[in-house]
């Protein structure tokens, strides 16, 4: 995997958020990856799974006070945090969990500007962190987030030297880090995008947090390792014809296929943008306009407005690549849908 050789000081705790197919969570674990969860449920999938307590972080920098004492009680004890009232939280019910303070990071420029939503100011650190001590609880580290949807690859190297900067106060009140969480915001394919990032986080690691400091490094890629992973196949269910007036051949067609936006095509997923679909079994050269309907009754159901594509007939089977971050795990059950099924492929080469 090119992660081990570009990043071969940081360690992924795949963000289960993204996807929690079982078979997908076991190769990861047969990899000795960690975990990164947000709730009792994903925390709980990847232990029963075998999943090793130390290798999971539970990183929700609010949680709900039974999610702490289902942490406390399994082991789980590496958790974010980025205020006050999340410390007292955590002192009454997990009093000897190692802790980790959230910064925040903004880039207005990111699809997903999670520092609207979580981590405390720079400026804020030296405080919250007396606090902390006052209350005699573990900090041992940062976190943070770049953000998500964004080509920037000088954010990830802008991160880490904000982290430098509250080791430093850290260290300057007698506390001594040893974590460093550089979260996730990864791309999802390979490509020259994310070599530069790696490059650009290899080179501010060497520089800010050099080897012999004995840092322990974390990430949290999601996208990264599961996006190219899966690819959703489905059936035609239904297909309707578009005719010009007095013409008798058909001047686009309407095909309603058996997922949807409630389902695997959420309104995240597509503000990414998805491959164009592909078509199993049918090599004609006409290709006509084509609008594709998902399963249920909302008029809003439409995975593609246009798209061009040999005539289909119902039980045809069309398919998109790179459906493995964020798809399922926002499904519904409106109108009863179901998840779909995996069947999990390997190379022969590889067997």
Partial sequence: MQWFSLLPRVHPYFALKCNVDRGFLATLLAFGFGFEGVSKAEIDTVLKMGASPEKIIFANPYKPISHIKYAAHQNVN???????????????????????????????????????????????????????????????????????????????????????????????????????????????????????????????????????????????????????????????????????????IPKKFEYYVNDGRYGSFSEFLMSYGCQYPQVIGKKSETLYSTRLWGPTVSGSDCIFEECYLPELEVGDLIYFEEMGAYTTVLGTNFNGLTRPVSYYVIDQGMW
């Fill in 78 to 248: 590496l958790m974010t945090f980025d205020n006050v009232t999340e410390l007292y939280k955590i002192k009454e019910f997990y009093p000897k969990a190692r802790l980790l303070l959230r910064l925040k990071f903004d880039d207005p420029r990111s699809k997903y500007e999670l520092g609207k939503k979580y981590g405390v100011e720079i400026d804020e650190v030296t405080h919250i962190l007396q606090i902390a001590r006052e209350l005699q609880l573990n900090v041992v580290g940062i976190s943070y987030h770049v953000g998500g949807g964004y080509t920037d690859a000088c954010n990830f190297l802008k991160a880490i030297e904000l982290a430098k900067t509250a080791f430093n106060y850290a260290k300057s009140i007698g506390i001594n880090f040893n974590v460093l969480d550089i979260g996730g915001g990864f791309p999802g394919q390979a490509n020259s995008l994310f070599k530069k990032i790696c490059s650009n986080i290899s080179s501010a690691l060497d520089k800010h947090f050099p080897v012999e400091d004995n840092i322990s490094i974390i990430a949290e890629p999601g996208r990264y390792f599961a996006e190219t992973a899966f690819t959703l196949v489905l059936c035609v269910a239904g297909k309707r014809e578009i005719y010009e007036i007095d013409q008798k």
